[in-house]
């Protein structure tokens, strides 16, 4: 559909009865909103570079009250960048990166991650967990961010979220999984109103959104930007960056802001780019185009030396009509009071009831992992078990050591036993923390909840999940292999060393930014493992300088463990030669579980460190 600038477009067919029933159910959003309108946002001169390249240069508009309005440009013009800054979600400050201009919310000149809290953004990938429902998700970010008012009671809380759902045309999907590749789940027009119902539940004084079209069918982005209108009407500022809107959803929009290479060239009502681009470039749009194709195509085929007029015509212009409303403003403003009908983070126990709870049913609505987990188990298990067969004996140090190719198979399987336990844990757990990584950040950049809680309810979920790996595995072993020790006592220490290795796994992952990543790395942490384990070599024979390493190897510690429960503590020249000392047992137990809080606590602090910035 294509339209001319001063033309407005003949109903098509989003203008419907539906459609006006659709809006209707929108207004108590808008309606939800009212007591926080009047908000305007103000920037002149910001700047930022990384090193020696210029992300955004000399850049000045100013955001208003009730106005919906887009960010267009080429891929690479700094849209997504300009938005991150200004919604204090840009880490603007630090080694390599240099910022320069003024921003200020209502008035107020601050930096602008002080104002984050007040601006609600809508990240472009929708980050949710596939096994909730929209509902769920809702309800979830209600509790953690409405919780903490005092005066909100649970129905409430459930009345806020029925009434998102029904505006945001979700009623039909609420109680279905939002669903990813293996998961069947909802369309994506509705996973986006979802993610955008998430950021609604704090009632924001303004609204950011990056890319919130991209994916959806003409229809679905027709509805999500009139979502925002309604809102915006209501006195809601909203920004959002598009790429190549259609003209009826183009017209939708009250202004248009425009960048190319980090600079601005226009910034004003929608209905009048084109003239500017006309008066100032001599690009003439021509009659029944797109604006938007017009612009877009214009700025990446047209001559910098064009493109520069617009920038100059647009920097005179704003020192001229915006920069003396943005000083008005400034000097006028009111000190911005502390909102406290603002619902802050809820306690940790709210954290860590709502966190908990959500990991059961993810668990528990995704069976095939757990049947792969099991069925892993079981083939690995009957492998091990059928190399080392009956290798369990009870003898006396001598005739070990009379027999010590018996000895080493028999040591081998304690080893092999260690060694599935930590590589079992560590492979499934490495992956989980970078699958869940953009919904993490999403929502600790939401406040809603703290790292502590996160990886608290993690651990607490897999305890019952590693006891049944350790349980498993054992009774397909214990009695194949004839082993001598206490089977509870062999359960308990591979407990153990799995939840070391998934707390191994989890550091990796935190620190880690894609599953990809953390595969090819976890080698480096696991290799060293087994070879201070003692299979290959005594201890002993490792060199001097190398051999404090086993001290950091909890792999090693459990090997240790598992050989005195076999072997007891009345072999000593074997002692003597695998370097274990059985009067040191506690320490080694000690050590061990040790080695898994500090690991847990390490991989609480990587992901806060990583968290405290989005981007």
């Known amino acids: 559909m294509t339209m001319t600038d001063n033309e407005p477009v003949a109903p098509g067919p989003f203008h419907?009865?539906?459609?006006?029933?659709?809006?209707?159910?929108?207004?108590?959003?808008?309606?939800?909103?009212?007591?926080?309108?009047?908000?305007?946002?103000?920037?002149?001169?910001?700047?930022?570079?990384?090193?020696?390249?210029?992300?955004?240069?000399?850049?000045?508009?100013?955001?208003?009250?009730?106005?919906?309005?887009?960010?267009?440009?080429?891929?690479?013009?700094?849209?997504?960048?300009?938005?991150?800054?200004?919604?204090?979600?840009?880490?603007?400050?630090?080694?390599?990166?240099?910022?320069?201009?003024?921003?200020?919310?209502?008035?107020?000149?601050?930096?602008?991650?002080?104002?984050?809290?007040?601006?609600?953004?809508?990240?472009?990938?929708?980050?949710?967990?596939?096994?909730?429902?929209?509902?769920?998700?809702?309800?979830?970010?209600?509790?953690?961010?409405?919780?903490?008012?005092?005066?909100?009671?649970?129905?409430?809380?459930?009345?806020?979220?029925?009434?998102?759902?029904?505006?945001?045309?979700?009623?039909?999907?609420?109680?279905?999984?939002?669903?990813?590749?293996?998961?069947?789940?909802?369309?994506?027009?509705?996973?986006?109103?979802?993610?955008?119902?998430?950021?609604?539940?704090?009632?924001?004084?303004?609204?950011?959104?990056?890319?919130?079209?991209?994916?959806?069918?003409?229809?679905?982005?027709?509805?999500?930007?009139?979502?925002?209108?309604?809102?915006?009407?209501?006195?809601?500022?909203?920004?959002?960056?598009?790429?190549?809107?259609?003209?009826?959803?183009?017209?939708?929009?009250?202004?248009?802001?425009?960048?190319?290479?980090?600079?601005?060239?226009?910034?004003?009502?929608?209905?009048?780019?084109?003239?500017?681009?006309?008066?100032?470039?001599?690009l003439r749009c021509p009659p029944n185009f797109n604006p938007a194709d017009f612009v877009l195509f214009a700025l990446q085929t047209e001559p910098q030396e064009t493109i520069q007029k617009l920038v100059s015509a647009y920097a005179k212009s704003a020192e001229e009509d915006i920069v003396p409303t943005i000083n008005t403003i400034r000097q006028t403003h009111k000190e911005l009071a502390t909102d406290t009908s603002r619902p802050g983070r809820a306690s940790f126990m709210v954290q860590f009831r709502e966190l908990f709870y959500r990991e059961v049913l993810d668990t528990i609505r995704n069976p095939v992992v757990l049947i792969m987990r099991y069925m892993i188990l079981l083939v690995l298990g009957l492998m091990f078990a059928l190399i080392f067969f009956d290798v369990g004996e009870t003898q006396d140090q001598d005739y070990w050591l009379a027999n010590a190719s018996e000895f080493q198979s028999y040591f081998g399987a304690i080893v092999a036993l260690n060694i599935m336990a930590m590589m079992g844990s560590a492979q499934t757990a490495v992956l989980a923390y970078p699958a869940e990584r953009g919904i993490f950040l999403r929502e600790y950049a939401s406040n809603m909840y703290s790292a502590v809680p996160y990886v608290v309810s993690k651990t607490l979920v897999e305890l019952p999940l590693s006891f049944g790996d350790s349980l498993f595995l054992m009774i397909i072993t214990?009695?194949?292999?004839?082993?001598?020790?206490?089977?509870?006592?062999?359960?308990?220490?591979?407990?153990?060393?799995?939840?070391?290795?998934?707390?191994?796994?989890?550091?990796?992952?935190?620190?880690?930014?894609?599953?990809?990543?953390?595969?090819?790395?976890?080698?480096?942490?696991?290799?060293?493992?087994?070879?201070?384990?003692?299979?290959?070599?005594?201890?002993?024979?490792?060199?001097?300088?190398?051999?404090?390493?086993?001290?950091?190897?909890?792999?090693?510690?459990?090997?240790?463990?598992?050989?005195?429960?076999?072997f007891g503590d009345d072999f000593d020249v074997i002692n003597d030669q695998q370097n274990i000392d059985p009067d040191l047992l506690g320490l080694y137990l000690g050590v061990t579980f040790a080695l898994l809080v500090v690991m847990r606590v390490a991989a609480i602090i990587i992901l806060k460190k990583k968290a405290k910035f989005v981007f």
């Open 478 to 566: 214990y009695w194949l292999m004839d082993l001598q020790g206490s089977f509870m006592l062999w359960v308990l220490t591979l407990w153990l060393i799995n939840l070391c290795a998934s707390s191994l796994a989890q550091v990796l992952g935190s620190a880690c930014n894609s599953a990809a990543q953390a595969i090819q790395v976890l080698p480096l942490l696991t290799v060293p493992q087994i070879l201070f384990g003692g299979i290959f070599t005594p201890i002993e024979n490792i060199p001097v300088w190398l051999r404090w390493l086993q001290y950091v190897c909890f792999l090693k510690y459990g090997v240790n463990i598992t050989y005195l429960i076999e």
């Open 16 to 282: 419907s009865k539906d459609l006006e029933h659709s809006t209707s159910a929108f207004r108590c959003i808008s309606e939800a909103h009212q007591g926080h309108s009047g908000s305007s946002l103000e920037w002149n001169n910001v700047t930022f570079k990384i090193g020696d390249k210029t992300i955004l240069k000399d850049c000045t508009g100013l955001l208003k009250p009730g106005e919906l309005t887009a960010v267009l440009g080429p891929s690479g013009s700094g849209k997504s960048t300009l938005m991150n800054i200004l919604g204090g979600r840009q880490r603007a400050k630090g080694k390599g990166k240099s910022f320069g201009g003024v921003v200020s919310f209502s008035g107020q000149v601050d930096e602008p991650v002080k104002f984050r809290s007040r601006i609600a953004y809508v990240m472009q990938d929708d980050s949710l967990i596939a096994t909730s429902t929209p509902r769920e998700i809702l309800e979830f970010s209600a509790k953690l961010r409405l919780g903490a008012k005092q005066d909100m009671t649970k129905e409430e809380v459930k009345d806020l979220v029925q009434d998102l759902i029904e505006s945001l045309r979700l009623t039909s999907c609420s109680e279905t999984l939002v669903g990813k590749e293996l998961i069947k789940g909802i369309s994506g027009g509705e996973r986006k109103r979802t993610s955008v119902g998430v950021e609604l539940i704090t009632k924001p004084d303004m609204i950011f959104l990056d890319e919130p079209l991209s994916g959806l069918d003409s229809y679905a982005a027709y509805i999500t930007v009139t979502v925002l209108k309604e809102l915006a009407e209501r006195g809601v500022p909203v920004m959002v960056t598009v790429h190549q809107p259609s003209s009826e959803i183009y017209q939708l929009f009250d202004n248009v802001m425009i960048l190319s290479a980090g600079e601005m060239v226009y910034y004003g009502k929608t209905s009048r780019v084109t003239q500017f681009f006309d008066k100032y470039a001599g």
